[in-house]
Structure formats: C-alpha cells, structure tokens
C-alpha cells in the first residue's frame, strides 16, 4: 500500500466519528481561539463590560473569609444571596439604594457582634465576644424576629455599605473578577455548560484562568481565581431580570446605620 495510502487509513481509524485529519478546530467557532492570549483576554473582557447584564455563581475567598455567591448583576444594580461563615443574606441594589434582606437567626448573630461582612464575632477584653445575656437576649430575639425577611435599607454611610455593594455591582465586581496575572497563555479547548471554549491562563494558571466562548460573544464563562481564591460561573449574559426597590411594607430603615438587632 502506498504510504499516502497508509497515513490515509490511519487517520481514518484513529478520528473515526471525530474531526478529520487537517480539520479546522475554528470551523464554526468566533474565531477568537486563532488569537494570541492577550487579545483573547481583551475581548472576553470588551464583551462582558458590554452586556448588560450576567449571572455569577461560586466561591470567593477574600481578606481570609470565603463568599458563597449567586448573584444577578446589571448596570444599575443587582440581587441575590451571599453566604459566608454560616450566615446567609440576600442584597438587593437599585442604583445606590441597597437592601440587606435576611432571617432571624442573622440578626440575632449581629447582636451578639457579628458583622454582615464575614459573620464573626468581633471581640472584646480578653477576645472573647460581646454578646447579650438574661433579659437581652430574650429582647435580641424579639427584636431580630422583626427583622424576619424585611429588607434592611443599608445607609451609604455605615461601614458596611462599601464592602456589600461591591457584591450588586457588575462593573467594579467584574474589573477585578477577570483580572489575571503573569504571562498570559492560550490553552486547552473545552466545554462550559455545553459551549465550546478556549482558555486563557495568566502565569501558568497560577495568576488565574478564563473560559472564553468561541460561540457568538466571548463572554467569560468560567473563573478560576489567581492563588486558588475561587471559582466563579458566568452565565445568562444578557437575560433579563426584573429589578425593583421593594415597597414600604417590606421594607425597614434604620437611618445611618444597620441595626444590631
């Protein structure tokens, strides 16, 4: 047999079912896994800063503690559930009016120094937490129960605010989110949710690494974070939420700052 012939039954025999031999791997993709590293990494970020809108949902560890998210973001706003530590609570922002929304439990945990932050307790002499005691407690309880699935107006200027917000808003959450450092490398083709991808790795996946689609937009759909802080899914690019300030009824404000319960 002729050794054309030979290479012929070859590839025939090993990609059987598969793509052929010579095969483009871009055929029917966007074409941005023909692109070297750094300008996939542009473009994922250029199409999620023009969406308006995207679902994040993972783990992500900061300052030590470690964020469970599912989150709605949009341009004006977002929504949806953090939990970190035990404590769970939902955040809702329509421009910069943010709401805490959250069980009894939570607010109880808040009065014995609990911060809605992290969901430790902060310490007093000797480290040990400052927490209510005989009648207080049976006054915490009561009060906490008020807050019972209401949502908590969060006021710009208590210290929470900052920290809170940045879970409800797309652009600054996103900036730092899609950041990766180091050398940046094109590496293996996969799937997320079913979508044909190409990812991009910053120093050798050390300084994080992105999913980019090759179907329709590049969006980034898939997060791992630099140092193994997290891993984060990004999906429903441009669906539709609806985003709306809660009415009067269901609605608690405290003034300057959240309350302990």
Known sequence: MPKIACVSALCLGLFAGAAGCGEDPDAGTNGVGKLPAGQIHTKARSAADTAHTVRLKGSVISGGHTYTLDMRLAANGGLGKVASKGSTFELLRVEDHLYLRAGSSFWQHQSQGGTAQDGKKSGGEGGEAKGASGGDEESAA????????????????????????????????????????????????????????????GDKGGGGSLDVSLEGQPYPLLLRRAGDAGTIRLSEWNKDFTLKEPGLDETVDYGDRLPTA
């Open 142 to 201: 009561s009060a906490a129960g008020k807050l019972d699935g209401k949502y908590v107006k969060v006021p710009k200027k208590d210290p929470s605010y900052a920290m809170l917000s940045l879970f409800t808003d797309k652009k600054d959450l996103l900036d730092g989110l899609l950041t990766l450092h180091g050398r940046l490398v094109a590496g293996d083709r996969g799937k997320s949710a079913g979508i044909r991808t190409v990812e991009v790795s």
